[in-house]
């Protein structure tokens, strides 16, 4: 007995021995680092934001001038890091009046070490023409210069000055770099929704699932003969909300073999990086708010992990990279002698002072509301066509601007010719120069009324479509069925009074181009229940919405950011009605069914009767069933058993 529990004890002091030998192996293993360790910067839609802006917290955000110097202080924690960008570089500042001629972003984000880049639909606003020129300036340049990668957007082979661009600086569909004892297959791409907000671009698109499974396969044939491991990335300009839907989102389900995607255009910020299969999808938002940070390190046996994901503020607590300072001084007396002289303007120049903020960028359009800011550029289209056409100017009934073309905004303080460029700094004229001219157009009161519904319709689910207007006024219920929301609709004469639309007559409508372009999606985008069809002053269509350019005496083209600088630098002191809004578009929600259910049009009159027809089927159910519950219960009731 004894014996037996001697040996018992024996065997578990041995077994205590070798457990507690082991310890130390499996704690060496668990803290053994990584075989591999890849460190991606990343920033997207970065739009000429070389400077600074102010913030709705009476700080400041983004700026190049920052942004270098985080990007050297994460290099020097990570010195194999990739620094990649996903497009949308350009167009958003005065810094893009030099674009053709100088390419000042490819040569700030080669200062800056940027490694890759890919071309977004914002390269295209000065049309095939200007983006060969800006290429062609930045290899003049000698300037250090990023990679351009684009494998499914590309010139037509007609388009012998475009190739001949390209292939000079050497844009390709990928590029593979060694960084790190790391193989890295890199391909850029443009999404379907990009390709539509570049309706000047002159380029052939290639559907985005088909390029990049070619793409794919061939960056996997390359890095094939290389004993590195390797991690094929795709710069895309097609974005997600970071909920699982967009474009990207359906790219990485579509799409084996890509392990990151940098999810540029929809301006999206991700705290956590999305995980769609094997693929992982990150975005930092826009105007260099935020500068992306991800760390993937390698097991063993090849599996990869999240090891750090950051978004790092670009804010006033950053110091500015005295080279980037340098260069962006460089640029601004090339600004005003190229572009702002003909306006007779500079480039800080105060055109005009506000006691009082308009609504954050960050914040503008997140409600469906009037907005002081879109009120503001409304008016500013009246009096810049007042003032151009002089004695010959014809009313405008209805100046409008939809948010998706609103870049900026006014803090409290001194507005300066900067600023006012910022906030309408999008595309070109007719005349290939910076800025989107004011287009007149006429349509009919019915057609006034569907664009006031695409407002109110619309904006819920894409809210670059919500429009603020100088001329009208309507009202819109959200409870009432989709593309029925408008409860009344008016116009605003100059005296401020009211009158009802006539449906038939033609109302002068002033505009910017790219809007007035986009009129014409309304009718597909609402499956033909809303129509907006813009004519000439005598009914005729317009085919080709240049023809109807605004232009000073001069002969050049009213834009619309001089149009906002110009009626703002009229003012001196922006008016204190500014300060809120003024009844423009005013929303009332209501339940009575008198509101919900008035002036239905086709699609609400099918909806409704669809859901009578189902409110009747769900009756008739539950009636069914009620009635055989009773007749079983009276069955059972009656039931006796035979006894016989």
């Known amino acids: 007995m004894r014996h037996s529990m001697w040996n018992r004890l024996s065997a578990l002091c041995l077994a205590l021995c070798l457990l507690a030998a082991g310890l130390p192996l499996t704690a060496s293993a ?75 972003e490819l040569q700030a984000l080669g200062a800056m070490g940027y490694d890759v880049t890919t071309l977004g639909n914002h390269e295209f606003d000065y049309r095939a023409q200007g983006l060969a020129d800006m290429l062609n300036a930045a290899v003049d340049s000698g300037s250090p210069l990023p990679a351009i990668v684009q494998a499914n957007y590309k010139p037509p082979e007609s388009d012998t000055a475009s190739w001949e661009a390209w292939e000079r600086y050497g844009i390709q569909d990928y590029i593979i770099l060694e960084r790190g004892g790391i193989s890295y297959g890199i391909f850029g791409l443009m999404g379907e929704e990009a390709d539509s907000n570049a309706p000047m671009s002159g380029m052939e698109f290639e559907p985005t699932v088909e390029a990049a499974q070619r793409t794919v396969a061939a960056i996997q044939a390359e890095l094939e003969q290389s004993s590195n491991p390797s991690l094929i990335i795709c710069l895309s300009h097609s974005g997600t909300d970071g909920k699982g839907k967009g474009e990207d989102y359906e790219l990485a389900k579509a799409v084996d073999g890509i392990d990151l995607i940098i999810s540029g255009h929809t301006h999206t910020v991700l705290e956590e990086p999305l995980q769609v299969g094997d693929t992982l999808i990150v975005s930092a938002g826009e105007y260099t708010s935020y500068l992306g940070s991800l760390t993937l390190s390698w097991s063993e046996d090849g599996q990869k992990a999240i090891q750090d994901y950051r978004l790092i503020p670009v804010d006033e607590t950053v110091a500015a990279d005295p080279g980037m300072e340098q260069l962006t001084n460089r640029f601004q007396p090339l600004m005003e002698s190229e572009y702002l002289a003909q306006y007779g303007l500079k480039f800080d120049q105060v055109l005009a002072t506000t006691e009082f903020a308009f609504t954050p960028i960050s914040q503008f359009a997140a409600e469906q509301r009037e907005d002081t800011l879109g009120n503001l550029i409304a008016d500013s289209y009246i009096y810049a066509v007042q003032q151009a056409e002089g004695e010959n100017y014809v009313p405008v009934d209805f100046a409008v601007v939809a948010s998706g073309v609103i870049r900026g905004s006014f803090a409290a303080g001194e507005i300066t010719t900067s600023d006012a460029f910022n906030v309408s700094s999008l595309g070109s004229g007719a005349d290939g120069t910076p800025g989107y001219p004011l287009i ?22 894409m809210s670059a479509a919500q429009l603020y207007g100088s001329g009208m006024t309507w009202t819109w219920n959200p409870h009432r069925i989709i593309f029925n929301k408008v409860n009344s609709c008016a116009q605003v004469l100059p005296d401020g009074t009211t009158v009802p639309l006539e449906n038939d007559k033609l109302y002068r409508v002033v505009t910017g181009l790219y809007s007035g372009q986009m009129l014409g999606t309304v009718n597909s985008q609402s499956f033909g229940i809303l129509t907006i069809t813009p004519k000439d002053a005598n009914g005729n269509v317009i085919t080709n919405f240049e023809d109807h350019i605004i232009y000073n005496p001069d002969g050049s083209e009213v834009k619309e950011w001089y149009a906002l600088a110009s009626y703002l630098q009229s003012m001196g002191t922006v008016d204190a009605r500014y300060s809120a809004p003024e009844g423009r578009k005013v929303e009332e929600r209501s339940w009575n069914p008198i509101s919900l259910l008035k002036g239905l049009n086709l699609i609400g009159g099918i909806a409704l009767a669809v859901l009578l027809v189902v409110i009747l089927l769900v009756v008739l159910l539950i009636y069914r069933i009620v009635t055989r519950k009773r007749r079983r219960g009276s069955w059972r009731s009656g039931y006796r058993p035979y006894r016989g």
């Open 30 to 104: 668990a803290s053994t680092s990584p075989v591999y360790e890849s460190t991606i910067l990343f920033t997207h839609d970065t739009h000429d934001h070389f400077l600074p802006m102010p913030d709705e917290e009476g700080g400041e955000y983004g700026g190049y001038t920052r942004l270098a110097t985080l990007l050297k202080q994460e290099r020097e924690a990570h010195p194999d890091a990739l620094t990649l960008d996903a497009g949308d570089f350009s167009m958003g500042s005065l810094f893009q009046t030099i674009y053709a001629t100088h390419a000042p």
């Open 440 to 461: 007149s157009v006429w349509i009919t009161g019915k057609e006034l009324e569907d664009a006031f519904e695409v407002d109110a319709s619309v904006t819920p689910i």
